[in-house]
């Protein structure tokens, strides 16, 4: 060729050589890859590479924008470049890969990697601390860790997940509150602190606490007992709690003066040993109950023991269950003295095996129809002399009374009652004097309640000292 074509052709020659590089340059477009989230200590390799450079390709890992944190040279080309990294607490930030090849550089996009630290030396703080508080107060207990970032956190009490719907309990973020503890929510609680990279998560159990939820005292009861030992007594006064959280202190008052304190650290019964024999009043006792918050006091009990006598009755009374037309009895044994009365019956002579102040008969059949009578002595002088009363008879129930007659004549003599309260109403209205006020107690003497709901008696009064006296008996 000759020098002047040559010289021809060398603007050709440098706008092929510049469009050429415009290509190149577009071409150089590296891409990035890496991960976003990585566990403090670990490793991880970002990839970078620039599809079709020219080699040599010279790769760089950028952080933030700042120097180089690592450099790779590609001398074949398309080779992806490899850049692994152990994580520390500075390896976070946002990452880029430069790369250059014949004089052409390119800039991929961002990748930025969030460094998770797993919890550890995870524990449970309460406020109060120690976490021991009265029911209806506050208990706040948090899941505290030494280290840790992105963390989650799962409560448990007594080895059960918390979940979210759990009434009066709060979770959110590492705490969790018990607005108003209740002895039921008293236990164990520990907390799970967690933190999740991809599929990977790394835990951190705390060890449990003990959660204390006391119990305010209730109102003390107090009873009185005596018994015979040799030729003397002995009573016996005893002071307890249905509720309450131990330690507390039990103190006796008779008229007014301590005579004995015991500090309960189990259950809450404190007997105290008192003078007593039968027709001596030993004056009025009192138990007191204090804890560091609450000061309590029982009602007053008579340490008068009188002994039974004064003559006995039977009470009987018939319950009609509505409906059925079935009758059922209940008898009950009225005394005029007696402080500690023990109880015995007789059905036509011959003694059953009922014990109680009174005799619930469900049915009155035959065999259990007849003469009924009880006895009493004093619960003392497990030898001594009964006193009996008169016998009262038990009808057995009209077997021809079906249900619906039953309904019939009670509606009939409701509606006769009805009409004649409600004429005395009117005419008591037209008198100008105040309606009578018990009116409608007519109502429950004509249909008494169902057996298993009895209306309060006298006698039911009567042994309310002593509820584990009423004895049901099938004869
Ligand atoms: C929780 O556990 C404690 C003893 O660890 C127990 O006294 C309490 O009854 C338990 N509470 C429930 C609701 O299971
Ligand atoms: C006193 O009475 C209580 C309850 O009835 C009883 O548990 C306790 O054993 C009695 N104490 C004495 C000394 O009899
Ligand atoms: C318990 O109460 C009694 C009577 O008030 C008192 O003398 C005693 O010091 C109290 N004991 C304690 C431990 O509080
Ligand atoms: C009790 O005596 C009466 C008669 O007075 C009799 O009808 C009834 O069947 C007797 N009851 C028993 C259980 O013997």
Redesign the pocket.
Known sequence: MKPRHILNLLPVLALACFLTMISECSLLQPRLTGPEKAFLNSRVAFRCVAPGAPPPVTYRLLRDGGAPVATHVDDEGGQTAVFPLKVTAATGGAYRCRAAAGGITGVSAGVRLTVVTPASNTRVESDPSPPVAFEGSRVALSCEVDRGSHLSYTWFF?RTEVGGSWPGVRASGSRLVLERATP?Q???YYCVAWATVQDTRRFSTSTEI?VVVKVFLSKPMISFSMVKVGDGYRGNVTCWCSRGSPPANFSLWVDGRPVGWFTATGALAVSFPVPAAPGLDMGEARCRVQSPRQQLHSEPLSLEVVPVGGGLRVELEYLYSAGSGRAAARLCCLLVRGTFPSFSWLLNGSQLPAAGRSLLLPVIGPTEAGQYACRARDSYEPHGPWAQSPAVMVQPTEPDTTPLDAIAILFCCFFLLTLVVGSICVYKMFDRKPAPTHVPAAHSLLVPPPPSSPAPSECESQSDSDPDQTMEITV
């Open positions: 007594n039921q008293a236990g164990g003990q």
